[in-house]
């Protein structure tokens, strides 16, 4: 995933309970870390199926207000952290009121945002200091996953294979399919195949039903077996390719 957070604002992101592993600008983060984006910074991040966070945006004048009532400084912005632990007890009250916000069950959201501004900025500007995993090799693993995700916007999926990959990013075929069942939960096939079925829906979605049929798209997107086509695609989308080309 690549963005930009709000501009101007700094961001805390708390992820919803998974137990699993995320991997957020460098850093390998457990769902018991709250990062944080500073103000101009950049998203980039991969995380595995079931991935839910709330973000939670202020300025630095509200950041500045709530420290003032705390009585803690804001140190300058090369001395925050960008990722901080707080004690589940707390996560478990900080993830409810994002819940409430995000359902309009908040009475007061205004004053359930300044809540959570109380809870976790002492934990962040004070919080005992913790080293988040950034080796080399892990490093060395995101370089190659960003080198598959350019190098499929720009080939044929069709005919792309692991050993092209391997090749492509100078690796061993043993590291490419830890770094994408790290970040994806899925072995590099199994990610082409269902970017390739996502291919094929938005070609269904903007196909017109009176004119093209399910076998002439899959058939331009390499799918030579029509059946088998179908299957994968329902298992992936829940229903048949014709029928998102009928809705089209």
Known sequence: MFGSPPQDMITFNI????????WVRGMDLGDDTIWVFPKGSE???CAPPGFQVHTLSVSE??????????????PIRSRRRDAFTIPPKYLAIVRNQLRA???????????SMLDILHAIFPLWLEGPSR???KRPSMRARDIAV??????????DLGTLSSRDLVKE????????????????????????????????????????????SVGD????????????????????????????????
Not at 61 to 74: D, F, H, N, T
Not at 146 to 155: A, S, V
Not at 218 to 247: D, I
């Open 169 to 212: 990013c100078n690796i061993s075929e043993r590291t490419l399919q830890y770094a994408f069942l790290e970040r994806f939960g899925a072995s590099p096939a199994d990610f082409i195949k269902s970017k390739r079925l996502g291919n094929a829906r938005l070609a269904l979605r903007l196909g017109h039903h009176d004119k093209d």
């Open 217 to 248: 798209i899959a058939f331009s997107l390499g799918f030579w077996h029509l059946g088998q086509f179908g299957v994968e695609y329902k298992r992936l989308f829940g229903e048949r390719p014709s029928q998102t080309l009928k809705t089209s």
């Open 15 to 22: 992820m919803e309970p998974t137990n699993r592993r995320y």
């Open 61 to 74: 004048g509200k950041l500045e207000a709530v420290s003032e009532a705390l009585r803690i400084p804001v």
């Open 131 to 133: 080293s988040f995993d």
């Open 101 to 111: 916000i995000r359902d309009g069950a908040a009475q007061t959201p205004e004053h």
């Open 43 to 45: 998203l980039e991040s």
């Open 146 to 155: 960003r080198k598959c995700l350019e190098l499929f916007e720009n080939c």
